[in-house]
């Protein structure tokens, strides 16, 4: 089965984060597919961290960490069928921009069957929409 990663499945891969053992386990046995936009929305959180005073040899390795994850990741980039989902998905769901842009390229990355794919995230609300989405979500 496809395993679609939301950003906030993907930044404890990059940032020791309590779900870190979980999904790098995940991570192991299944390809990780995602949205063109997941690079710039973890190095968001990687600044957010710096942000915070996290030592800089630790800041250093999650962006280690995320070139060297995103080399091998599977990646929905921007196009028409993409902007389409999204609109849809915002017409239909309570979601932001970035979430919606997640959704619709999960749908991009299933072919539209979305029973097909797994969808990992952190987020409650973007779970809920996948879920209503016929997604099979969680771990």
């Known amino acids: ?37 997941s690079y710039l929305e973890c190095t968001s959180a990687i600044v957010r961290i710096a942000r915070r005073g996290s030592p800089p040899l ?32 915002l017409k239909t769901h309570t979601l932001r921009t970035s979430d919606a842009l997640q959704l619709g390229a999960a749908l991009v990355a299933s072919a539209f069957a979305p029973d097909t794919v797994r969808f990992l995230a952190e987020d409650k609300r973007l779970l809920e929409a996948a879920e209503r989405e016929g997604f099979v979500v969680g771990l």
């Open 1 to 37: 089965m496809v395993t679609y990663w939301d950003a906030s499945a993907l930044v404890p891969l990059v940032v020791n984060e309590t779900t870190t053992t979980m999904y790098t386990g995940v991570a192991e046995q299944t390809q990780i597919v995602t949205w063109w936009g």
């Open 58 to 89: 630790e800041v250093a390795e999650s962006y280690r960490m995320l070139e060297q994850l995103s080399e091998g990741w599977r990646e929905i980039g921007p196009s028409e069928r993409l902007r389409r989902a999204a609109a849809r998905v």
